[in-house]
């Protein structure tokens, strides 16, 4: 394939009909945060506020997840997120595996662009999709995993933790050792 770019890849998102999704999208949820970044953050899908407003993590767990950012020192847009489908499921449901399957090649391109030391998961969906396929999440989150040269690892969603403060205490001790590790090799 020749060179990849960004302009490819809008282009591909914007005009793609793969799946059932796209008839109900307002907008294509590409990314957000930094393209140079060596840290990049995945989510499940965009929720009604990212789907309005064209970028990920913007309603109520973006602000979470940026909370969770600017307390473990990073600048919200110093970092990549992206999600393993870019429109909206319907009621927020969880995206379905032939959904999935339909928006996965972008999200690796995307992949193939940043070049990330770091890929982080937020939640099941994400973890399941990238790092293993039995990811359990309250079992296996916050486990480094080195694969091809990128360091891995999966937490809670925002939204979970949103509906369950027991979540809180283990998702900040994800996040410190996000910080840790993107300290010690980036
Ligand atoms: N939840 C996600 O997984 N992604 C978003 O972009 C917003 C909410």
């Known amino acids: 394939m020749s060179e990849k770019s960004w302009e490819q890849l809008e282009e591909w998102c914007l005009n793609c009909y793969r ?32 789907d309005l407003q064209g970028r990920p993590f913007v309603g109520p ?8 950012l600017v307390a473990a020192g990073f600048a919200p847009d110093e970092v990549y997120v992206a999600n393993i489908v870019k429109c909206r499921p319907p009621n927020n449901r969880d995206p379905r595996e032939e959904e999935q399957q339909a928006c996965i090649n972008y999200l690796r391109y995307q992949t193939a ?9 937020l939640g099941r969906i994400a973890a399941k999709a990238i790092i293993d396929r039995d990811f359990k999440i309250t079992k296996d989150r916050g486990r480094w995993i080195q694969r091809k040269g990128v360091w891995m690892m ?25 910080r840790m590790k993107f300290d010690e090799i980036c």
Request: charged share 30%; glycine share 10%.
């Open 61 to 68: 767990a973006g602000q979470l997840f940026d909370k969770l």
């Open 19 to 50: 799946c059932g999704l796209s008839q109900g999208r307002h907008n294509v949820v590409i990314d957000r945060g930094s393209r140079q970044s060596e840290i990049m953050f995945i989510g499940e899908g965009p929720g009604e506020q990212e």
């Open 113 to 121: 662009l940043i070049k990330p030391k770091i890929i982080i998961c």
């Open 154 to 178: 999966a937490t809670f969603h925002p939204s979970a933790v949103l509906r369950d403060e027991l979540k809180k205490r283990p998702v900040w001790e994800d996040f410190k050792s996000i």
